[in-house]
């Protein structure tokens, strides 16, 4: 198994196979629960314990991938520029629930990892959950904290957002598609813009916008914590 | 050989970025300069949205791929965390409800004062 274990080419099959799998999964289920960048994460984790390739190499195996994690954010500046565009009208809108969610969140993130008396470490690994992983792992990791905690928690919070943000719209009697979008964007980044993205082409547009600055202002707010 | 320009400029953006990240005293990811760079490129014209948005359009199509392996991760420090499961649980739950209706609710609230 030496092959598999030093392989590239493995690892990066292995996390595309794995993601296009849970796609199947929940296309054939149609389950919210089905997720497929969670069973993506499940899969990948059973077959590196099966085939006793440890996280280390396996994060080495397929850096060619997580590279273009920063090239892929700074695309976000592409779907900013035509909304900035489309959405000058309800710019302050926008901006204010934006800014007004993410202040939200490091307040409760903050108030409830006191209450159950959190380590530092943990508190700032989960601050940044809301915002994109490329984002969020290095302000999680240039303030100390665990990186892959973050990362983690990232992807969960955006596959909550993913599934349940119609319920929650449905509850807070959030109906305009403008204010939906900013709480996808601000509450569960890309994964979350996805299925705003999916519902309705408006809100998508104000998602991505969300996403990217409610992660610029929460990279503000790291530099004075 | 228009998608290897595309691919370059972006690039060249990530790099500046990377560099300003290095070079500045702040805490702030070299992808979020990158990203504010490009976008006043784009808004003074210097940089074509023409001149990128192929490229970047399928860069961000696959971007969800790209949060798979961080999150693998979690196999290593599983040790450290599982004693805090619920509260992390909590954490990810409550907070996630609560950005999304305060973010949600402001938006609304100043959307229909202005209409």
């Known amino acids: 198994m030496t092959v598999l274990y030093e392989s590239s080419l493995f690892a990066i099959v292995l996390t595309l196979g794995a993601y296009e799998i849970g796609r199947v999964i929940q296309k054939k289920t149609k389950w919210t629960v089905a997720n497929p960048l969670l069973i993506a994460i499940v899969l990948i984790v059973v077959v590196l314990k099966a085939l006793q390739i440890d996280n280390a190499k396996y994060q080495e195996n397929v850096s060619l991938i997580s590279f273009f994690l920063t090239p892929a954010t700074v695309c976000l500046a592409i779907p900013l520029y035509r909304q900035v565009q489309i959405l000058k009208k309800s710019l302050v809108g926008i901006l204010v629930g934006i800014l007004a969610g993410t202040l939200a969140s490091f307040a409760s993130v903050y108030a409830i990892c006191k209450l159950f008396s959190l380590t530092d470490t943990m508190t700032v690994s989960l601050l940044p959950k809301s915002i994109t992983t490329a984002m969020g792992i290095v302000l999680s990791e240039q303030a100390g904290g665990f990186v892959a905690l973050t990362a983690i928690v990232i992807v969960i919070t955006g596959i909550l957002g993913n599934m349940f943000g119609e319920i929650m719209a449905k509850i807070f009697h959030i109906t305009d598609p403008v204010a939906k979008g900013v709480a996808y964007g601000t509450a569960s980044h890309v994964v979350g813009t996805t299925k705003a993205a999916q519902l309705d082409e408006l809100m998508g547009a104000v998602s991505s916008l969300s996403l990217v600055v409610a992660g610029i202002i929460t990279a503000v707010i790291f530099c004075f914590v | ?115």
């Open chain 2, 1 to 115: 050989m228009k998608y290897v320009r595309e691919f370059l400029i972006i690039m060249i953006f990530t790099l500046i970025g990377e560099l300003l990240q290095k070079l500045l005293p702040i805490p702030i990811p070299a992808s979020v300069y990158g990203l504010l760079l490009l976008f006043l490129a784009l808004c003074t014209k210097v940089v074509k949205i023409s001149d990128i948005e192929k490229v970047g359009d399928f860069m961000i199509a696959i971007m969800p791929m790209m949060f798979i392996a961080p999150a693998v991760k979690i196999m290593d420090i599983w040790g450290d965390i599982a004693g805090n499961l619920i509260p992390i649980i909590v954490v990810m739950v409550l907070s996630t409800i609560i950005v999304f209706a305060v973010a949600g609710w402001v938006t609304q609230w100043i959307e229909r004062r202005r209409k």
